[in-house]
T-cell receptor, first 110, second 116 residues
């Protein structure tokens, strides 16, 4: 079992819709969670971080964390074609060494 | 503010040769990390420096890999001798400690290493 699991996709949504990206993790010691966006051939870019159960909103992005279910999600509202990228979920047990999922490829159709 | 800089951006070497990758973190960032992504798999942690000290090198695959961070500034990652399975993208990242609000890495653009 992978430590951080993501559906590889592609997840295809129409422009303007809500994209929902999901991630599960196996290490209950994980304390912090991160969502990175990576365009093809580029470096990962931090979008959101979340540490407490519940929702955290930043513009069009909402991160959700449920530690009991070991589940993290990222919602992207009003999806745009420019949001098309691979989204990486990462977890940290406090060691500062992030454990990444393999990423979900999102395609936003114009 | 300059970002995290890595070079070379690409390197093609023969099996058995030595390659040195360099990373310049964002100025003032004490924390420097090396990660790599091989063969389309997930990004994997290699090691973490705090200033010039190795905080965690649990992800280093074997003793063919040597990382240094001279004076707590830039870092190098040397692979000697390189093997075919070392091919992949090597990312460097840096961060500041931001208490309470957490921290986030800033990644460099990576070095694509191809061992032939």
């Amino acid at each position: 079992q992978k430590e951080v699991e993501q559906n590889s996709g592609p997840l295809s949504v129409p422009e303007g819709a809500i994209a929902s990206l999901n991630c599960t993790y196996s290490d209950r010691g994980s304390q912090s969670f991160f969502w990175y966006r990576q365009y093809s051939g580029k470096s990962p870019e931090l979008i959101m971080s979340i540490y407490s159960n519940g929702d955290k909103e930043d513009g069009r992005f909402t991160a959700q964390l449920n530690k009991a279910s070991q589940y993290v999600s990222l919602l992207i509202r009003d999806s745009q074609p420019s949001d098309s990228a691979t989204y990486l979920c990462a977890a940290d047990t406090g060691r500062r060494a992030l454990t990444f999922g393999s990423g979900t490829r999102l395609q936003v159709q114009p | 503010e300059a970002g995290v800089t890595q070079f070379p951006s690409h390197s093609v070497i023969e099996k058995g040769q030595t390659v040195t990758l360099r990373c310049d973190p964002i100025s003032g960032h004490d924390n420097l990390y090396w990660y790599r992504r091989v063969m389309g798999k997930e990004i994997k942690f290699l090691l973490h420096f705090v200033k010039e000290s190795k905080q965690d090198e649990s992800g280093m695959p074997n003793n063919r890999f040597l990382a240094e961070r001279t004076g707590g500034t830039y870092s190098t990652l040397k692979v000697q001798p390189a093997e075919l399975e070392d091919s992949g993208v090597y990312f460097c990242a840096s961060s500041q400690d931001v208490p309470a609000s957490g921290y986030g890495y800033t990644f460099g653009s990576g070095t694509r290493l191809t061992v032939v």
